[in-house]
């Protein structure tokens, strides 16, 4: 399992991430995830091929296909999915490849790990980044306001 310090160093040096899964309906996971990480800074590229944007970035249908540097590869998908993700998340030079909660394959880890990535698993993007540098209250979102009384 990734470290405490392995997370934080993953989340600071990559910027550009590919959101493999990413749905545009709002009250997916993965679209919440997506704009936390937007509205702090990382540059995010959809890749769902049932889209054409998502989140004002233009939605790509595989990894291949995206015409600029991938960092990180985050994978909103089931775990029996993640191999062929893994292999073009080499192919196309990513640094790291991460699958969100609840998605682990060890054969992807094998993929990603021969092919020279880092590789995290059964985390969220999301959450990890909250915790790691703050954002992260009681409930899971950072409410920016200091008080003692449950918002009505």
């Known amino acids: 399992m990734s470290t405490i310090a392995q997370l934080r160093r993953i989340l600071k040096e990559n910027h550009t991430i590919a959101i493999v899964g990413l749905s545009a309906d709002w009250f ?41 540097k991938v960092d990180m590869v985050d994978v909103f998908r089931k775990s029996a999915d993640c191999p062929p993700i893994a292999t073009e998340a080499v192919a196309i030079g990513a640094k790291v490849l991460w699958l969100q909660l609840g998605v682990e394959n060890d054969e992807a ?36 306001i200091i008080s003692s009384r449950r918002p009505m």
Not at 118 to 127: D, G, L, M, S, T
Request: proline letters at 6%; glycine letters at 10%.
């Open 109 to 144: 880890k094998a993929i990603a790990e021969t092919g020279g990535l880092e590789f995290v698993q059964n985390r969220c993007v999301k959450i990890e980044y909250a915790r790691l540098f703050g954002g992260l209250s009681w409930f899971g979102v950072n409410t920016r």
């Open 28 to 68: 997916r996971p993965s679209y919440f995830a997506a704009k936390y990480m937007q509205e702090h800074g990382f540059k995010i590229i959809p890749v769902n091929p049932k889209y054409t944007e998502i989140l004002g970035e233009k939605c790509y249908p595989d990894l291949k296909s995206i015409p600029e």
